[in-house]
């Protein structure tokens, strides 16, 4: 029985003894698969993650490289670019490139701000560096230095620099040279300033700025009042000095003498009237130059205008036996002042029967050209040599200063003349008239209700067929 109870426990014990190692390495095996699998599962998942991580920092990556590509193209525009909106890098990075982008844009405004205020500039501006080479300059600055290519320009700087001027203020002080500038056939005369530039970003010497100013104009008007003031002195001082010896002789006895106190008392007066004559001239010219004389703007009938004018000279006209004609056509009418034409009228005339020898002729004759009257004061007299004419408009300027004080004159006459003229919008000028003698000529503008609508201005001057000679 206990044999039998046991059976199947032997029995068992006997199967168990012959199926264990089967089993545990079944067990094993299915152990080492499981290991197996996870490791390869878990391994695909790192390989995939790893995939996914990698195409998303290539992605990142490639959205950079775009920016930076689309940065070297010069292209700043952000919003045509595909970034991807989590991608912080690339998003940093546009906003990076935009703030620079503005910066630049800002730098360029200011930069042509400051080129269009350098190049507007009437003084010339030229920046040398430490070396002294030019590295700014302005349009002005190249045109009052009469500059065309750079060689010439640096030469032109040579010179400047052995004025001392670039030295002393590449020394640090500030200098100034003025200097003669030939262009062409124009003579200017220019003032340079050297300042020391500031040194930039830790250099030493930062270079020297040069303003240039254009002191032409200057120095001529301070030539013209230097002289003018001159040549007042001077007329002033001839009649005064005449009338103060014909005093001094009168009153140390010659007025007791009847005929020598005649001719010492038809000096004074003579030189009075000069006198007089001279500072109506100098006021009537200063008050046109200082803009005291107000011009009106009316129509005005040449014939007749110059008819007045030419009835009044003619006694003195008639005492030189020259015979004055008026060829004005009766419809001429112009636009101008009417005193101020008389004037004009008065002054050439004279002018003519003035410096025509006896048994001369004057001729005043006029033509419509375009939208303006021209006006000839023509003479038969000695005329006047080309080196004059130029000149001839030119206060106290005179061909011959004994011959116009003998014949009155003040020598102020045609300055009045051109002033006039001037202030009437017209011209004058004066040229050789055939075979021999002067010919003035004065352009004025013609009556509005006389041109022709819309007709252009006045250029066909020179298209005027000359007067015929007498
Ligand atoms: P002035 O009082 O001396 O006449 P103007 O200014 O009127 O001064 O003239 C300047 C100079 O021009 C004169 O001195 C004279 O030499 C010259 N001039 C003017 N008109 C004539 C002319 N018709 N013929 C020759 N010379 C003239």
Redesign the pocket.
């Known amino acids: 029985m206990r044999l039998l109870d046991s059976g199947p426990c032997a029995w068992g014990a006997l199967g168990s003894v012959g199926s264990a190692a089967p089993v545990t390495l079944l067990h094993e095996a299915t152990g080492n698969l499981v290991v197996v699998v996870v490791v390869v599962v878990v391994g695909l998942l790192v390989a995939i993650a790893a995939a996914i991580a990698s195409r998303a920092v290539l992605s990142r990556l490639r959205g950079v490289l775009q920016l930076v590509r689309a940065i070297r193209r010069g292209s700043l525009l952000r919003d045509d670019l595909d970034v991807d909106d989590d991608a912080e890098l690339p998003r940093s990075f546009a906003a990076l490139t935009r703030e620079l982008e503005h910066n630049v844009q800002s730098l360029a405004v200011e930069r042509d701000r400051f080129d269009a205020l350098l190049q507007a500039m009437g003084e010339g501006v030229v920046a040398l560096d430490d070396a002294g080479h030019v590295v700014l300059a302005n349009a002005a600055a190249r045109t009052l230095l009469a500059l065309a290519p750079d060689d010439v320009f640096e030469r032109r700087l040579a010179v400047l620099s052995l004025l001392g001027i670039i030295d002393d203020a590449a020394g640090g002080t500030t200098a100034a040279a003025e200097v003669e500038v030939v262009n062409g056939d124009k003579l200017r005369r220019v003032l340079v300033r050297a300042t020391p530039k500031p040194a930039v970003s830790g250099r030493a010497r930062g270079g020297v700025v040069l303003v240039v100013h254009d002191v032409t104009e200057i120095r001529r008007l301070e030539t013209l009042r230097r002289d003018f003031v001159a040549n007042v002195s001077h007329e002033l001082r001839t009649p005064c000095s005449v009338i103060l010896a014909n005093a001094e002789t009168l009153l140390s006895g010659a007025l007791d003498d009847g005929p020598r106190a005649q001719k010492f008392v038809e000096a004074l007066h003579r030189n009075a009237e000069h006198l007089a004559r001279l500072i109506a001239?100098l006021l009537e010219l200063s008050k046109i130059e200082a803009g005291k004389v107000t011009f009106v703007r009316v129509p005005l009938n040449l014939r007749d205008a110059a008819a007045h004018v030419v009835e009044a000279i003619e006694p003195r006209a008639r005492a030189k036996d020259i015979s004055i004609v008026v060829d004005v056509d009766a419809a001429l009418q112009i636009e101008g002042d009417p005193k101020a034409l008389d004037q004009v009228l008065i002054?050439?005339i004279?002018?003519?029967v003035?410096?025509?020898c006896a048994g001369g002729h004057v001729r005043v004759s006029a033509q419509r050209v375009d939208n303006a009257v021209r006006l000839w004061?023509e003479?038969d007299?000695?005329?006047?040599e080309p080196k004059?004419k130029e000149r001839?408009?030119e206060?106290?300027?005179?061909?011959?200063?004994g011959?116009?004080?003998d014949?009155?004159?003040?020598?102020?006459?045609?300055?009045?003349?051109k002033h006039l003229v001037e202030a009437m919008d017209g011209e004058v000028g004066?040229e050789d008239a055939l075979p021999h003698?002067?010919r003035?000529w004065v352009q004025l503008r013609l009556f509005a209700a006389a041109r022709r609508p819309g007709s252009a201005a006045v250029d066909a001057v020179t298209a005027i067929s000359p007067m015929s000679p007498r």
């Open positions: 001239d002054n050439l004279d002018n003519a003035k410096y025509t004061i003479d007299g000695p005329g006047v004059h001839l408009f206060r106290f300027y005179r061909v011959d200063s011959r116009s004080r014949v009155g004159g003040t020598g102020l006459g045609l300055a009045i003349v004066v003698g002067t003035f």
